[in-house]
T-cell receptor
């Protein structure tokens, strides 16, 4: 199974709502990532988890709260978002972070988020 | 931090011709350089990657070259086909910790 799954596929939420994005992989990967991608732009790294611990936070606003409950799951909790947060949110996983880099980074299909 | 530039931003080629996309990076510590293909509405998919201890890598019609001294790497696609049309992103990372993507190249292969 070389697949990363994400739910939901689409999400529309108001600025006062609280919602969560979910990501799952069963490849035994120990590194998981959240990216944000705006239209016609490259993915921007938000968070990296390594062995279920937050390894990198790219100065993401606190209205985005990641969680890694176990080695297969990655959540992104959303609260009080702004319309400019509307984007495609991509999850990815890879075998591990330690050198040397091995194996590719697999992306999920993404959640298209619209904040109204 | 790392900065990745990519050129050209758009590229149109005739079917059967070759396409070349170039990227430059700023951090000499970067040691892993993947290339991703993203079709409209789909996820990025890795098409080829290269590590800093290798100068060139080839996989059928796709090849990547790396010049560590000049800090640039290039994607070469030969015998292009309409299904090669997509947005291509290069990226650079240090031990996969901080992937930085280039701005992307929209490739159109004209039949």
């Amino acid at each position: 199974d070389t697949e990363v799954t994400q739910t939901p596929k689409h999400l529309v939420m108001g600025m006062t709502n609280k919602k969560s994005l979910k990501c799952e992989q069963h490849m035994g990967h120990r590194a998981m990532y959240w990216y944000k991608q705006k239209a016609k732009k490259p993915p921007e790294l938000m968070f990296v988890y390594s062995y279920e611990k937050l390894s990198i936070n790219e100065s993401v606003p606190s209205r985005f709260s990641p969680e890694c409950p176990n080695s297969s799951l990655l959540n992104l909790h959303l609260h009080a978002l702004q319309p400019e947060d509307s984007a495609l949110y991509l999850c990815a996983s890879s075998q591990r972070l330690e050198a040397p880099p091995e194996g590719e980074q697999y992306f999920g299909p993404g959640t298209r988020l619209t904040v109204t | 931090g790392e900065n990745v530039e990519q050129h050209p931003s758009t590229l149109s080629v005739q079917e059967g011709d070759s396409a070349v996309i170039k990227c430059t990076y700023s951090d000499s510590a970067s040691n892993y350089f993947p290339w991703y293909k993203q079709e409209l509405g789909k996820r990025p998919q890795l098409i080829i990657d290269i590590r800093s201890n290798v100068g060139e890598k080839k996989d059928q019609r796709i090849a990547v070259t790396l010049n560590k001294t000049a800090k640039h790497f290039s994607l070469h696609i030969t015998e292009t086909q309409p299904e090669d049309s997509a947005v291509y992103f290069c990226a650079a990372s240090i031990f996969r910790q901080n992937f930085v993507f280039g701005p992307g190249t929209r490739l159109s292969v004209l039949p």
